[in-house]
């Protein structure tokens, strides 16, 4: 089988089972203004999806993720109708998130980290593994 679903914040793995862990659009879902934000019922906290995606990923594996940062967010909100106060007010506080989000990451203490842009808005984060859980 090789498709499985599962929550990804209690994923059904062992500890240090991936040399690779790679999330395309997951983790800005988990990244909104409303902290810890809610989709289909469920809480969906940024710190238990990393730290799971971390528990999971051997040492000297990586995982890679897609999110938005503070200057990507800024980017969306000077794109939007400067009549539209709502999505004014959303990138505002998407940005201030992403900055709690950045803060969190960098103080990882099991993890590296790597920042690549592409696209111009959204960036690819790389945490390498530094040591065993």
Known sequence: NWF??????????KDDTF???????????????EYPATNYGREMDYKNLISE????????GRIM?????????LA???HESKDDEQMQRYWEARAKIADEF?????????VDVSIQTYS?????????????R
Request: glycine share 6%; net charge positive.
């Open 65 to 73: 993720f897609d999110y938005f940062d503070r200057g990507s967010c």
């Open 53 to 60: 995606l971390v528990r999971v990923v051997k040492p000297k």
């Open 76 to 78: 969306h909100k000077s």
């Open 102 to 110: 950045n803060e969190f990451i960098n103080n990882l203490s099991d």
């Open 19 to 33: 040399e690779l862990v790679l999330s395309l659009a997951v983790v800005p879902i988990f990244i909104q203004p």
């Open 4 to 13: 499985l679903a599962a929550d990804i914040q209690r994923l059904p793995f």
């Open 120 to 132: 111009g808005w959204s960036r690819v984060m790389c945490l390498t593994k530094v040591g065993g």
